[in-house]
């Protein structure tokens, strides 16, 4: 084995992530961080990125990449107030490039900002109450929860525990604070929070002084659906009720989907369920698990860091094993607990209080004005009057929640101004399809992804009328790289891009984000890849049994990947 | 200096010959000579760049040039990495067994480099379907582009990296493999390709270039190579009266997108003993007007082009003369006062009056013949015309590079000037003729317009602080490429200024480059736009002001390049100021300070 990686160098050395950072936001005469900063400014929820549209371009006309920045928030669970909304709206015209984009993380993401304003950035998102520590980096990302049980008692709870997780995983580090905002800190409330240690002297007693090995995804799961992908999180919590009452959780580790083109050593994986928790122990296991990752983890190679390569590495016994030891006794074995779908529940929808979600689809996430669908100005209306708040989901789209009767019929006149019931024009292939951000600004991409959403989503959907499957429910998702930000190993059919206009095509996953699809055939152009899903749609058409889904059959003929186990029988 | 040559590779005959040549010449004939060798032996070496390798004694550099031509290079263009680490491996081990190597990544390599590369290892990786890294795209250009050195005297090997689910599979390095062997080096071993797994394939690759530099190395190591000290040989031939005509061989937009104002560098050929220049020197371009400066004025003078004009004995149509030999995008006094008669224009006539001053200065600087025709009619006659027109003068642009960089060629720095004027277009003259002029095989006739007054001192260890916003910076591109290719020790500290940093942060990218690699030690920004409050130049001179004072005092040489109106005295006050404030002097004494600068010729500038 060789030594740390450079990364690990780097946090080491870092004064519990400051770095440079302070200097290079200071360099007048680049856009760019130094080096080592890039890597510390993801823990403060930022990435440094550059426009590759515009990169030969750039380069031939001798100046430097059009180095810009996106800023990745922190907001468990997803919820935002209408007040919030309407200071993230603001910023993407001050400091961004006009639009808003929701995250398969239940997050905004803003793109574009360039150095000189990313502090004034930082500073407007914090006023607005919304901070971006660990929303990108080594550290426990934001915590996802399920988006859907809106209006019942249930709804609270799991946003809470997302909260209350997220902030005991959070760094005690202040160097967000004194970097982005001067050294002052507020709570969620906006009371000032002193300091308490000198910069650089604080402590990091649950991730250490050099923070987990690699990215760490944990989320929170309502049966029956399964929107936060659960099996895709390296921790992850399947709430289980009974009667309306929450009782506690199943506990799930090691899922992932990132991996390597051309590296077998890299793989999604699902993740186990191990065991059964109260409510009141979940702070206590997640910190376990966290503290197991950071003892065990692979710091050496990044490319098999994650928790799913340690439990991997040493075996699911000994990761019982090691947990139930630091926890004082093995935990309870899971319960049973069944999804449905792992897609969102688009439209209205009453809960138990009376109160009235309505769930809105926008594709890949992207809030802008565009010709016939103003939705970002739509958005801001409706942020104007609702009093109740938002959940963005896990599959990108946006729930307005908590809305009473009376507020009803102004919602749908704006939903209906502003071009924003696409749920209800759109196809199900059209309406469940994640796409990631891709080119121009991700650094990773090889290929695109969200731009070519659309045009992709029309020549499927001709392709299922063409086989006499109009408007059959397919879930895709269409990747730029293969570290899986949209989660395409669980679809049932996905393009992961290899190159500009390749990707590798994979199927045979299902709609609960329960099977693993494989890689059916590699780096095919779009010609090719219409051409191999025509042929697939016709005998799908002839040969599948009642109701059965395009995933299920290829399942069914060609066995896909890895199942998680449902325990639905298990009850029985 | 000793008249006789160290470590001669003569033999006593031509020493003896070489003597007796040299022997009578004056200082003049002498240096003339030396200059026509060099001149000789870079023909000789078939390359666009100094002489390749130099012996001892000839002043700082002298001695890397010769290590040049008897190491081998391993250079590598990697995206991933694995490229990297296998040409470290290569390094490493090449090191181990003593041989003289050197490790570089294209990121770090000058693709001028090449002409005086022998024995060459490259390892190139290529991503997504054919593209090169990004680092390598320089040197690929370079080899693909008509400039591209011949490589007679090089050796080379590629071992390329790749993915072979990629149609293209290592399309860089079969690229670069092809190029090297076209342009006449030679293949020392095939090229050899490696897929996703590219150890082993990788590993033999570089056992078998170990020893084939180990050969190399050993054939061409030997005895060392003769030298011609490069000197500035006599003035060139081209001359106003004379222009040369080159070939324009780039031209390229070098502010961004988000940009208003389009600036240019152009590289043009520049013939040793044609178009010899020094930095500081300003290259004429004879240009022509542009079919819509010479159709707004047929059009605002109600004439014809076709109408044939007699003037100084010769005759050719209007638009020729229009075309070719008067100015008609500047104004001259004359012209205007000949028009003011012939008009009866009594607003145009009080302009000229000695209380019009400002309004003659307004009008001078943002009108063009069209417009005073078009504003104040008059019934000019074609012959009347281009007499009362002045004749075309050529335009002078500071040269933006240095001989020792770029060999024979001649680089500028070209504001267009493109805006309406009462609704109609107006071009520069020169400016928008260069920009057309992007056509492969076009040319330009131009010629060396000597500047002495705006030289590098002659000490390289004096610091240089050069303030040039805008297209002002175009000398000291040139001024840091001559320093650092001379060798000199001083530091360099650039002021630049511009409206937006996003896209008119001109060359940019090569000052960044400069700053990593210590040839700049200090560059110091203004963007007057990018705030609410504007910023120059001349404010960034105060706030830097005691660590500038600092400088200057301790003999720094000082450089203004640019606007003449407007910026150059506000750096002249600065300047002044900062002196008063930090050489604890009052105003007067501090007037004084800074016109000793002059009279010294410490401070240079280059305004217009």
Redesign the interface.
Known sequence: MSGPSPVEKIKSESRLLRGTLAESLAD????ALREDDTQLIKFHGSYQQDDRD???????????P?WSFMIRTRLPGGVVTPAQWLALDAIADDFANGTLRMTTRQAFQFHGI?K?ELKATMAALNAALIDTIAACGDVNRNVAASSHAGGSPLEAEMVDWSQRLSEHLLPKTRAYWDIWLDGKRVAADGTPIPATAAPGAEQEPILGPTYLPRKFKSAIALPPINDVDVFSQDLGFIAIVADGHLLGFNLTVGGGMGMT??EPATYPRLASVIGFLPPQRLLEVAETVVRIQRDFGDRTNRRHARLKYTIDDRGLPWFHAELAQRLGGPLEAPRAFHFSTSGDRFGWYQGENGRWQLTLRIPAGRIADRDGAPWRTGLREIAGVHRGHFRVTPNQNLVIADIPEGERATLEALVRQYALDLHERATPLLRDALACVAMPTCPLA?AEAERYLPAFVERVDALLAHNGLPGEPLLLRITGCPNGCARPQLAEVALIG?????YNLYLGGDSRGQRLNRLHR??LDEPTILAELDLLFARWARERGAQERFGDWMHRLWPAGPIAPDLARAAS | MNATLPASALDNEQHAALEKLVQGLDPIALSWASGYLAGVSRARAGSTTQPLAAVTGHGPGAEGRTDAAIRATILYASQTGNGRRVAEKFARSAESTGLAVRLVSAADYAPRELASERLLFMVASTH??G?PP?DV??LLDLLQGKRAPRLERLGFAVLALG?S??PKFCETGRQLDARFAALGARRLTPLQECD?DYEPGAGLWVDRSLALAREQLAEIGGPRLAVVTPLRPAAGEASREKPVEVELLAS??????GSSREVR?LEIAAPAGRLDYEPGDSLGIVHRNPEIAIDGVLRAAGLDGSASVEHDGRRQPLSAWLQAEREITKLSRPFLEAHARLANAAELGAALQPAGTAQLRALLKDWQVADVLKRYPAAWSPAALVGALRPLAPRLYSIASSRLAVGDEAHLTVAVVDYAQDGERRVGSASSWLAGRAAETDTVHAYIEPNPRFRLPADGQRDVVMIGPGTGVAPFRGFLQHREESGATGRNWLFFGARH???E????????AA?KRGALQR???AFSR?TLKRIYVQQRMAEQGAELFRWIDGGAHVYVCGDAQRMAPDVHAALIDLVRVHGGRDAEAARAYVDQLLAERRYARDVY
């Open positions: 007048p005469v680049t856009g515009l990169r030969d371009e750039r380069r031939l006309q001798k100046l430097e059009a360039v000189r083109h051309g090889m290899k190159a500009p206009g390749r590699e780096n | 997504g379907d593209d990004d795209r320089a993915d689910s990629y996703v390229q937009r070098i502010t961004g997108r560098h940093f996003d896209d942060f001109l060359y940019q990218s090569e000052w960044l700053l560059l110091d920004v990018d």
